[in-house]
């Protein structure tokens, strides 16, 4: 209990110093700033650097830390902050994404003596960075939901005797964060914050410690929703021949927006759904061996991707 309060504590009070310093550094997203901004008054895009502070001092306190998820967090989160401020192209964050994921697997013994386990790990770190960067465009949305996600990891974690200290402090990190993100939001992640929370998430689902791809791919799992709408843009995106990685205003939430709900409304119903699919992810992982706890995790995500082009989701929305 004590990293998770602690980590709350760090985040809130960076939210609250943020709110003073960013204005004064530019760091202010104004409404109307682009044609992809959602929201309606000016916000800190700050947020994710007391998430950062908050995973990494709290691991710190923990047994001196852990330094591989330091410097590649680091990495992302300088990347994400100088993109946020100045704008960089998109082959260039890839080219950081994959040396920061490559530093946290290798620097963390992560698939050592197994080639295809580390490739599998390098790319899982980078997919999920930019799933929930993608993730991230309303407010509360990405961070409620990677909460969830980063509690399930933390049961994972301590079901399999590993430290879930880390897993803790993300839950509290965005606990405290969301005390400011919730609409209408004052300060928000920021790609540095959706790039260090991807990059948490993933390193908290290689830390099943197995070498068993499976076990990876299943914790990997507990992404849930964020993945799945990562998996739905893409979809989307070829069917209608637009450009892979440009962003738009068609995302499943996005859409939901536009036939009525509330932008509360969506974040929590995209939680709701995230519970439901991390439980599974939990459940399949202690009942099942490796591979039919994967495929069990993979069907559902296949079955909700069903569920989403059956009601129209899958397609850009006509404005």
Request: hydrophobic share 60%; proline share 4%.
């Amino acid at each position: 209990m004590a990293p998770l309060l602690i980590a709350v504590a760090i985040s809130a009070a960076w939210c609250l110093l943020a709110l003073v310093v960013g204005p004064r550094l530019g760091f202010v997203d104004d409404p109307g700033r682009s044609e992809l901004t959602a929201h309606d008054r000016p916000a800190v895009p700050l947020g994710g650097v007391g998430v950062y502070l908050a995973v990494n001092v709290v691991t710190a306190l923990d047994g001196g830390g852990d330094i591989a998820l330091l410097m590649a967090s680091t990495i992302v989160l300088i990347l994400g902050l100088v993109d946020d401020r100045v704008g960089l192209p998109p082959v260039l964050r890839l080219a950081v994404e994959v040396a920061a994921a490559v530093g946290l697997v290798f620097a963390g013994d992560i698939g050592a003596g197994d080639p295809l386990s580390a490739v599998v790990a390098v790319a899982a770190v980078v997919v999920a960075i930019n799933a929930v960067n993608l993730y991230d465009g309303l407010d509360g949305l990405a961070g409620l939901t990677s909460l969830v996600s980063a509690a399930a990891l933390a049961v994972l974690l301590s079901g399999s005797g590993a430290s879930a200290t880390t897993a803790l402090a993300l839950v509290g990190a965005l606990g405290g964060f969301m005390l400011f993100n919730w609409h209408p939001a004052r300060v928000f992640l920021g790609d540095s914050g959706a790039y260090v929370i991807g990059l948490v998430l993933a390193h908290l689902a290689l830390e099943s410690g197995t070498g068993d791809i499976a076990v990876l791919l299943v914790w990997y799992g507990a992404l849930g929703v964020i993945l799945i709408d990562l998996f739905a843009s893409v979809i989307r995106r070829l069917r209608s021949r637009g450009a892979l990685f440009e962003g738009d205003r068609n995302h499943v939430y996005d859409q939901l927006r536009r036939r009525g709900m509330t932008i509360p409304g969506v974040a929590l119903a995209s939680a709701g759904l995230q519970l439901v699919l991390v439980a599974i992810v939990v459940i399949a992982d202690r009942e099942l061996g490796s591979w039919p706890a994967f495929f069990v995790v993979a069907g559902v995500a296949f079955s909700v991707l069903a569920l989403l082009a059956r009601a129209g989701l899958l397609t850009p929305a006509k404005i």
